[in-house]
């Protein structure tokens, strides 16, 4: 399937789904310069690859950061923690590849649904609590890098907030 949807996932962090089949959703995305770092996260059963076309890019990966630059390539093994954003002066542009691609495309479709009606902070990511419910619906695809049992335990207070705010 060829699709060409566009995404803001959060203020400064955009993508177009070039391409989405089964085993992969291949995107063009870019990042407003900025200093925000989103969380880190976790994909346990995907793959991600990414080719910076232009600008540079500060990636923690594992724990070890590091700056990319136009040229340079980056895997993410499924199961490693990750966070990236853009240090530079100028937008940073990428290929990005996700493999499998599960449910990718539908988190980032309600994810920005949800930035249209549901409370955001400063750098246009929902609240916790506005998140909790996408996160647990999309946990496949989509974790926090927190400790598992702890992360399970938020994500439980968070999604009964959520619920009693009316976020479904």
């Known amino acids: 399937m060829l699709a060409t949807e566009t ?9 177009t789904i070039v391409r989405h089949t089964p085993d992969l959703l291949e995107v063009e995305v870019t990042w407003d310069p900025g200093d925000h770092h989103p969380l880190a996260h976790v994909h346990d059963a995907q793959d991600e690859r990414f080719a910076i076309h232009d600008g540079e890019l500060t990636v923690v990966l594992d724990g070890i950061r590091r700056t990319l630059h136009a040229g340079e390539t980056l895997d993410i093994p499924r199961g490693t923690p990750h966070t990236m954003w853009n240090t530079g002066a100028t937008p940073a542009r990428a290929g990005w590849q996700t493999r499998p691609a599960l449910r990718t495309a539908e988190f980032w ?5 949800a930035r249209q009606t549901r409370p955001t902070d ?3 990511l929902l609240t ?15 974790r926090l890098a927190l400790p598992r049992p702890l992360g399970r335990a938020a994500l439980f207070v968070l999604s009964l907030a959520a619920r009693v705010k009316g976020y479904r």
Do not use: I, K, M, N
Request: no cysteine; net charge negative.
């Open 7 to 15: 995404y803001d996932l959060h203020d400064a962090e955009h993508v």
């Open 109 to 113: 479709a309600e994810l920005h649904a």
């Open 122 to 124: 400063a750098h246009g």
């Open 128 to 142: 916790p609590v506005a998140a909790a419910p996408l996160l647990r619906e999309y946990r496949s695809e989509f």
